[in-house]
């Protein structure tokens, strides 16, 4: 479960990480009184659980309680990312002299976590780790070992040498929340310098939802959960929410995990994982697609279905509904039953399905690269 800004925030304050000063609102009035106690400019957040907020609209900020109430009323219950503004997150605008990133997650080859650091925040870590590999390093923690001394010196030898005290604390208390929370991933971006120190401008926990001890998050859950992971779970598909642009579609786990590793090796960056289940129908298909190309990440969809008991051809017509007037290419991988007859329905529609999957993979990451 990812949790909102506000709460992820609560987690860090609980651990002695500052943050900025400041309260959740839920209606305008509530953001000109927090900004009225606050008595100097506000930064107005729209709590949705997906980043990049900032360039969709939804960090504001504002010089009075007025102003700050007339943002407030024309962001809440408007969208932001296509999620529904319902809280607001009302701060103390910082003075910012640098922005650093400071996270920790699961290192999947590894299995254990893995510390992140770059002293150029602000910007996605995936975006600037490869526009900049040399501006973030990572340091794994072994779980027996913990965030040594060593391994903390080695992450923050690319910091600035003044601020490399105030970081090995921030990062051993990021580590206790993470270690505490059973946290797959924190983040502190940007983790900003001010006349003040170090202070958490924004947060972003995910835990697991079957091991967090704390109960507290439990009624938040559905607040939390990103539209597309909700309309997924409605609509009974099995889904996960990753971290590229390519969104994989399939039916049967195996299949879909196939085809992400296949992304992945192509060079691509998959957005998500859709598993439509066994007996794919024409709608479910069409749903799966609707639902991705919601989605505004994802630049590139591969659907890979086997068409066991269902038809191919009824299959291809659910896929050519769901893809009417999709922005974004569609690569589709098409095998089983009345396979002749779905091949044809598509390439009538100019969607030429591949052969194999690798084909696909490869197909898929380069229309993804050369879209730009
Ligand atoms: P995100 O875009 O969803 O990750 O939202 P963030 O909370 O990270 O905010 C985006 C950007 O807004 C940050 O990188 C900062 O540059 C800026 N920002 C956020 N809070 C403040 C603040 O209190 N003062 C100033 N000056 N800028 C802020
Ligand atoms: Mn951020």
């Known amino acids: 479960m990812k949790l909102l800004e506000w709460q992820g925030r609560l987690l860090l304050q609980e651990f002695g990480i500052p943050v900025p000063r400041g309260e959740v609102v839920e209606d305008a009035s509530g953001a000109r009184r927090v900004a009225q106690e606050l008595a100097k400019s506000v930064v107005l957040k729209a709590q949705v659980p997906m980043g990049g907020r900032g360039k969709a609209g ?27 503004v319902k809280k607001l997150l009302v701060v103390e605008a910082a003075e910012i002299s640098g922005e650093h990133y400071l996270g920790i997650t699961i290192d999947r080859t590894r299995r254990a976590p893995v510390l992140i650091y770059s002293p150029e925040g602000g910007v996605e870590i995936e975006e600037m780790a490869r526009a900049k590999p040399e501006a973030v390093t990572r340091e794994p923690v072994p779980p027996l070992e913990g965030p040594s001394a060593f391994r903390l010196r080695r992450l923050l030898r690319i910091a600035p040498q003044w601020l490399r005290k105030e970081l090995v604390e921030m990062a051993r208390k990021l580590y206790e929340l993470f270690r505490e929370y059973e946290a797959t991933l924190v983040e502190i971006n940007p983790l900003a310098e001010t006349p003040n120190g170090l202070l958490a401008l924004d947060a972003k926990v995910i835990i697991d939802d079957d091991h967090s001890p704390d109960a507290r998050f ?24 990753l971290d590229g642009d390519i969104a994989v579609i399939g039916n049967g786990a195996g299949l879909v995990m196939a085809t992400l590793d296949l992304v992945a090796q192509a060079g691509g960056r998959p957005a998500c994982f859709l598993d439509i289940g066994g007996g794919a129908r024409a709608e479910r298909v069409r749903k799966a697609v609707e639902l991705v190309l919601r989605d505004e990440r994802v630049r590139a969809v591969f659907v890979n279905v086997f068409g066991g008991i269902t038809r191919c051809d009824e299959v291809a017509r659910g896929l050519l509904d769901g893809a009417n007037g999709a922005k974004v290419p569609i690569v589709v991988r098409l095998t089983g039953t009345n396979e002749v007859e779905g091949r044809r329905t ?27």
């Open 218 to 241: 439990a009624d938040l859950r559905e607040e939390a959960v990103d539209p597309a992971e909700r309309d997924a779970r409605d609509a009974g598909f099995s889904y996960v929410r």
């Open 346 to 372: 598509l390439m009538k529609a100019g969607l030429e399905p591949v052969e194999t999957l690798e084909e696909g993979a490869s197909l898929v990451v380069f229309l993804v690269k050369e879209g730009g």
């Open 58 to 84: 939804g960090i504001r900020v504002a010089r009075t309680p007025e102003e700050a109430e007339g943002i407030a009323a024309k962001l809440i219950g408007g969208e932001i990312k296509g999620a529904v």
